[in-house]
């Protein structure tokens, strides 16, 4: 075991709802498109001369895809710790929604979550990003500034939950 790796803090973490999608996401792709991939490989097969097929090549490279993210899904999840929410609730960790206000009085309320479930579309933002990376283990009432592409924005927290 490498020694900056000792203390765990290379393991990724999932929220048990992150977790679950993952989960499912695996489930489908082993039990429906494996199997139908193998079927369309199999009918691209039949169809004849198969190094012609664009049938057979997609297939194939679909196959390709599908094989990786279950390797890539199953070593995840096997790795990963699922997160123990923490006690202290007035501590912004993964899994806290928390409303801010930015110094033009825009509010914003977002989702702090491991990278694997970020979506920035639904404001669940990483712990690895500028603004998640900011307010991670801050608490209500405090500013913190985040560097973001666009310069530093400044946010108070008004909000933890």
Not at 79 to 90: I, K, M, Q
Not at 122 to 151: F, W
Request: no cysteine; glycine share 8%.
């Amino acid at each position: 075991m490498s020694h900056h790796d000792a203390n765990g803090s290379g393991q990724p973490l999932l929220t048990a709802e992150g977790r679950m999608k993952l989960e499912e996401e695996l489930q489908d792709l082993i039990e429906v498109q494996r199997p139908m991939i193998a079927n369309e490989i199999h009918d691209a097969k039949e169809g004849g001369d198969i190094s012609e097929s664009a049938a057979y090549e997609h297939a194939k490279n679909e196959q390709a895809r599908i094989e990786g993210r279950i390797r890539e899904l199953t070593s995840l999840l096997n790795r990963a710790g699922t997160l123990e929410l923490s006690t202290d609730s007035h501590q912004i960790h993964i899994g806290s929604t928390v409303e801010v206000e930015n110094q033009e009085g825009v509010k914003r309320v977002f989702t702090i979550v491991s990278t694997y479930e970020a979506d920035p579309r639904r404001n669940y933002i990483s712990t690895e990003s500028p603004v998640g990376a900011a307010l991670l283990n801050r608490k209500k009432g405090e500013t913190v500034i985040a560097k973001t592409p666009k310069g530093d924005v400044k946010y108070s927290i008004l909000s933890v939950r």
